[in-house]
T-cell receptor, first 115, second 117 residues
Framework: GAGVSQSPSNKVTEKGKDVELRCDPI?????LYWYRQSLGQGLEFLIY????????KSGLPSDRFSAERTGGSVSTLTIQRTQQEDSAVYLC?????????????FGPGTRLTVL | GQQLNQSPQSMFIQEGEDVSMNCTSS?????WLWYKQDPGEGPVLLIA?????ELTSNGRLTAQFGITRKDSFLNISASIPSDVGIYFC?????????????????FGQGTILTVHP
């Protein structure tokens, strides 16, 4: 498909476990963004990549959250020692480049539930 | 940090009615955008506004970028059942402390729209 894809679509985990969320951006898009959407809330910026570099990690809620991107393509968001407050939909977006002039295209998200 | 206040939180309307929702900010944005999110999907861009005072239409949608750069509204005319969803406003800066902005979006809380046939 031509759009942004994310996997898994749903993830249920137990408190304290680690989880990995994957994002496949649109081919050729150099910029990749992660957002978090808590129930009934708007999207909250977490981190962005330009290529494989993450110049701004300021949105990551705690040091339990990390992200990487390899080959300028796939990105993985890792949450260690998950807590119940981590439950949310994690959305990924990509754009041609990291600029306010380039539209961000969103994936369908991964719904994370921490029991 | 910057916050956007979006209202109303939810709307229940009859098919054919017009809808209006708005966003306000405590600080200036250079770009205002409006997105729609369907269940189980990511947000999709509806309209982007780049200039203060700008009024832009896209079919039955009309949006305006407030003259103060701190607010925006979205109108939907003659609503139809497929308009159901969550509508988000978002703001962007063209420049930040580090130079040219990388396009970070700051979102409002969303407006849930229900259209009764």
């Amino acid at each position: 498909g031509a759009g942004v894809s994310q996997s898994p679509s749903n993830k249920v985990t137990e408190k304290g476990k680690d989880v990995e969320l994957r994002c496949d951006p649109i081919s050729g898009h150099t910029a990749l963004y992660w957002y978090r959407q808590s129930l009934g809330q708007g999207l909250e910026f977490l981190i962005y990549f330009q290529g494989n570099s993450a110049p701004d990690k300021s949105g990551l809620p705690s040091d339990r959250f990390s992200a990487e991107r390899t080959g300028g393509s796939v990105s993985t968001l890792t949450i260690q020692r998950t807590q119940q407050e981590d439950s949310a939909v994690y959305l990924c977006a990509s754009s041609v480049r990291a600029s306010p002039w380039n539209e961000q295209f969103f994936g369908p998200g991964t719904r994370l539930t921490v029991l | 940090g910057q916050q956007l206040n979006q209202s109303p939180q939810s709307m229940f309307i009859q098919e054919g009615e017009d809808v209006s929702m708005n966003c306000t900010s405590s600080s200036i944005f250079n770009t205002w955008l409006w997105y729609k999110q369907d269940p189980g999907e990511g947000p999709v861009l509806l309209i982007a506004l780049y200039k203060a005072g700008e009024l832009t239409s896209n079919g039955r949608l009309t949006a305006q970028f407030g003259i103060t750069r701190k607010d925006s509204f979205l109108n939907i005319s003659a609503s139809i059942p497929s308009d159901v969803g969550i509508y988000f406003c978002a703001g962007q800066l063209l420049r930040d402390a580090g130079g040219t902005s990388y396009g970070k979006l700051t979102f409002g809380q969303g407006t849930i729209l229900t259209v009764h046939p």
